[in-house]
């Protein structure tokens, strides 16, 4: 995202950002891994807004950076699991903790938009985190100040799916209608080498995808039609 938003200053035009994780060959059998992540992917298009309209992405931070331990909280490959993903859950813990105190401490020194009263954390309606682990980053969210019934999560359906997980949980929060009109929404994520970040983003459900059913047909292209090709797309998205 934060990529998107600096390309829409040179290009003026949608960006297209894919988000795709897989963890099935990553896991191995390590019981609590295996029990956690999951494969996903997901996309969203990130355009200019239209002149004199406020944006819908109102912001967006990015960090890296704290001790060792955080650094290498998350190892992947780790020799001494077979080259499978191994997670240290009191580093992550940690953390996790440090920047959603962080997170929620800039959002509350950030007045409420539209000259509304209170800060722009008291504008928040829903709060999508990564879905890295629901009980914990419930319980320092609460802590931290979320009120938990602003919290969604859909972890228990999907698994961790990482780079994926914020944009699938928003779009299960519109089919499931947590979000069921304009609503600002925050979007704190944290993971391995000690990263994390965080954007305030309107969403609205109209402009969600609807789920389709599964093609259970092979496309046939008409006589005279051609496919698609993948040079075709390129130059949809300007190369």
Avoid at 38 to 58: C, H, M, N, Y
Avoid at 125 to 148: I, S
Avoid at 205 to 213: D, G, L, Q, T
Avoid at 231 to 239: C, I, M
Wanted: hydrophobic share 45%; with cysteine; proline share 8%.
């Amino acid at each position: 995202m934060g990529e998107a938003v600096r390309l829409l200053q040179e290009v003026k035009r949608p960006v297209l950002v894919v988000c795709a994780e897989k963890f099935s060959d990553k896991i191995g059998s390590v019981r609590p891994s295996r029990m956690i992540f999951g494969d996903g992917a997901s996309a969203f298009v990130v355009g200019p807004a239209a002149p004199g309209a406020p944006p819908d992405v109102e912001v967006v931070q990015i960090y890296a950076s704290g001790p060792a331990s955080q650094v290498n909280s998350i190892i992947w490959p780790n020799p001494e699991f077979d080259n499978n993903i191994t997670v240290y859950g009191p580093e992550v813990k940690a953390l996790v903790e440090r920047y959603l105190v962080q997170m929620m401490g800039e959002l509350r020194a950030l007045s409420a938009p539209d000259g509304g009263r209170g800060s722009l954390l008291d504008a928040i309606d829903v709060v999508v985190p990564h879905q890295a682990n629901k009980t914990m980053v419930a319980d320092m969210a609460v802590a931290a100040g979320l009120p938990a019934d602003r919290l969604y999560f859909n972890i228990e359906k999907v698994g961790n799916v990482s780079a994926a997980s914020i944009p699938l949980a928003i779009y299960d929060a519109v089919r499931e209608a947590v979000i069921d009109r304009p609503m600002r929404v925050f979007t704190p994520a944290f993971g391995a080498g000690a990263v994390g970040g965080y954007t305030v983003i309107r969403i609205d459900p109209a402009i969600v995808v609807p789920e389709r059913a599964e093609q259970t047909e092979l496309l046939v292209v008409p006589e005279g039609n051609v496919a698609p090709s993948l040079e075709d797309v390129r130059a949809a998205f300007g190369g």
